[in-house]
Structure formats: structure tokens, C-alpha cells
């Protein structure tokens, strides 16, 4: 503990600042200060992050300033702020924490790999903030601690005090603004402590193609020889259940980078989705969730102090964080190799896709681009026209650049180390939702399976006339008459409808990037 650490370079006045508290440390003063806060029987830390309970995307602001301006995707995701309104800002901030009879500093590193690891400053007001952050950013020895110097990156949390009214460029009392030139960003307005776990995620998705390293919202996993894999896929698609694979080691589960020596995570720990929590169906993140981890906002046995994690009265959003050695797959240090496949999942309900399709790299950066899934609209009985949402490169809402910079990168590094690529369907085979049924897991896994132990690379294949996708007619473990899925439809005339209303789709939705993706990528995607 390092009460003597400070902060006044940043303008922070208060004596009291501990630096790096252990876990254990953590917990004492988050029951002693944390309003709301409690261990479960399992020995996990319950926090509330109080009225906001997930991102507040709509609140981030990227400050315009001449280091960056030229370099950033501007629009509905990078949306501008002055520096003026960034200062006012940050002063509020600061009189905030100034205010407090103490704060915590954590001092920690993103990204595995020496090489291209940045280091970052936590400074915030809640116990649970500073756990959360040691749990999600690399942990430093004793050593590299007493040498970190200077960090790279300031996370200024003062999420417990709003942002103030009449601020040009302020829309509500949340704002939270990332300034590349000063290397700073500030929270105001939202406790939730997901803001700075995707907060450091954006600053590398900034930093990291500048050194022609592909920064990917994916996850990871390496065979045992050797072989690594990343997943990309929106929430929903499978990514996380299929990353728990007890043949293989998990490299990560959510953001990594891949650079000219392979891929490594960029983060120290995990953040899991609990809601409808079972040992049964992921006993790996349950049995995470010991002492040294955060529940966020779940809902706990008073006497008991077990989690019930169907319930969701505070939030559906309901998340665990943990240090990602607590899980037992995990490979120490989080680095593999360069992936002998890329795998983009999809949970197509419209029952359109194929169970798995080959991708050329033309067709990897379109797809890439396009990051397609369709949800179920409705939750209630009765059946709703699926939706679909299209978020470009898998992880729209932390993307800096423009995404085809991320598309290059990706099928530079896909032909350089003759990755091959392939779309996978976790969605509806035989018509639509309501109509058709979900494409099994354990077809799943078995497609995922062949991908990994060469089988599916040599696999007879059909090319599908609108998508243009190389289809295997053959996989070990998958029935052959559900892998070209118009088959599987008992109306072939209607399934050719819904192929060509699902290529509109995609074709509507790449006009977004089209005046800035070469001609190779605009004609890998559907013909109608």
C-alpha cells in the first residue's frame, strides 16, 4: 500500500492515495465505504454500479485535437468534443476526486506482449473500481511496479459526480471523453465499471494499427500444438461458449491484438456476462467467480449470501470480472502464435446462411466489415420477424479508424501467414426463426472441430450463387443435409427470396463504407 504516492501533478490534492491494494485489501474497504457491497458465498465481491448498469455509448466523446483529428473515424461512434468543453470537463473531475477523504491508483499494463504493451493509470474513487481494474489490466511484479514511472494513459474516473449542464457538446449528465493528445480520459456520470475496461480497448483499437497491429474484439485459443485460433462475434453468436473448448487453451476471451509475432490479449482478466449463470452449462466461469473476483449488480441471499443469477430486478446486464488465471485453460502469458484460422460467427435467423462457409480474403474483409448477426426481436410469445444488425469489424462501438484500415490489417496478416477464414452460422437451419430450429451446438462444435484438425480445409465444397461462399457438402459429426441450407427448407422458392432479402441487407448496409473499401472488397460481397 502506498499512502504517500501522489497525485498532484494531475492536480489532485488529497493525501491519502492508495496505490495497487491487493485484493484482499480491496474487499475491506469496499465493505467498509462501498454503500451496497457484500461477499457471496463463493467469496466474490458484489458491487452496484447504481443507475447506469452498462455503457453509455451515446455519452462518448473523442476530443478533436491536431495529433489525432486527421486519423479518426468521425461520426456516429467517434463523436467530436472540443478541448474546451474536454477541460471543463476534467476540472470537474478532479474537483470531484479532491473531494474525497482518499482515493485508489491503480498502475497496470494493457496488452501481453512487452513489445507493444502500453502502461495505464487508474485513479478513481470506489473500492470496487480499483479490484475491477486490477482484475481486467495485466498486473505488475513488484519490480516492474517500482520502475513504471510515467504511464501512457490516465483514466480519470469520477463517474459518482454528473458531467454539468450547458457544456457545448454535452448532451446528458454522463460524459465520457477520450483525449489522444493528452492521454487522458475522463469519466463522469456513470459508475459502470465496464466504461474503462472498453475505455483502454479503444485507446489500443487508436494505437495499435499505427504500428500495423491489427487490434480485434475477438477471442483466442491455441491447440495443443501449437495452433492458434481467433473468434469474432457479436453477443449472442456463441463466441464465448465456444472459446470454453477443453481441447484447447484460452488465450483470451475478448479483445487481442495480432502484430508481425502473433497474437497476444490485451487484457489481464475476463468480463462475463452471469445472467442465467449455470456450474452445468459454463462450470469454468462459475467456479471464476471465487474470492478476488467482482459481481456486478447481480442479486444475493441475504443469510445465505448465494447469487441467484436469474434474477435480473437490478439489471439483465448482470457481469463477473476475474484475473484470467482463474481460469484453468488459461495459457500464461496470454501470446500464441499467428492463427491458423479466423473464425467470424453469425446467428443468422433468417435460416439463410450456411452452418460454415470457406472465405476468401477479399470475401474475410467484406464480412469483416459488415459484422452481421440477426437477433430475434420479440422475447414475448408469438413469432416477430428477426432483426439484423450489422456492427463493422465485430466491435463497431470501440472502433477508432475508419474500419476498412482494420479490414487491410486483417487480410494483410490472413495472406501473410495463410490463415484460412470461415463464416460460421450458430442461427437457424431450415427456415426462419419460428419456423426453422437452431443449428445444434454440438454441430457446432463438431464444424469447429474439423476447422482445427484440417479436415474441413480439404472438404468438397458448392460456391452459393448470391453470397459467392465456398460451402463444405461434407463435415465428420454434421448430418451433409443440413450444410446447404436451402435443402433443408421445405419452400425452396421462399428460401431463394429470403437469400436475396439477406444480400440486400448486406448490400444496404456496406454502402456506409463503400466510398472508402477498394474495389476488391465491394465485389466480394452477395450479387442479387
Partial sequence: MSMHFSLQPYGITVDTIYRNL??????????????????????????????????????????????????????????????????INRDRAIDYLNTREHLYCVDAYAGWAPKYRIKVRVICARPYHALFMHNMLIRPTDEQLARFEEPEYVIFNAGGFPAGGLIEGVTSKTSVNLNFGRGEFIILGTEYAGEMKKGVFTIMNYLMPKRDVLSMHCSATEGEHGDTS?????SGTGKTTLSADPKRKLIGDDEHCWSDDGVFNIEGGCYAKVIDLSEEAEPDIYRALRFGSVLENVVFDERSREVDY???????????????????????????????????????????????SKLTPEQAMYHFISGYTAKVAGTEVGVEDPEATFSPCFGGPFLVWHPTRYAELLADKIRQHDASTWLINTGWSGGPFGVGKRVKLAYTRAIVDAIHDGTLKNAPTETDPVFGLEVPIECPGVPAEILIPRKTWSDQAEYDQSRLRLAALFQTNFETYADQASAEIRDAGPRT
Fill in 22 to 87: 491487493t485484493p484482499g485489501e480491496l474487499y475491506e474497504h469496499a465493505l467498509r465505504y462501498d454503500a451496497g457491497s457484500a461477499v457471496t458465498s463463493t467469496g466474490a465481491l458484489v458491487a452496484m454500479s447504481g443507475e447506469k448498469t452498462g455503457r453509455s455509448p451515446l455519452d462518448k466523446r473523442v476530443i478533436r485535437e491536431a495529433s489525432s483529428e486527421q486519423d479518426i473515424w468521425w461520426g456516429k461512434v467517434n463523436i467530436g468534443l472540443d478541448e474546451n468543453s474536454f477541460n
Fill in 230 to 234: 481467433i473468434l469474432f462475434g457479436l
Fill in 310 to 356: 436469474h434474477d435480473v430486478s437490478v439489471t439483465t446486464n448482470t457481469r463477473g470480472s476475474y484475473p484470467i488465471e482463474y481460469i484453468d485453460s488459461a495459457k500464461i502469458p496470454c501470446i500464441g502464435g499467428h492463427p491458423h484460422n479466423v473464425i467470424f460467427l453469425t446467428c443468422d435467423a433468417f435460416g439463410v446462411l450456411p452452418p460454415v
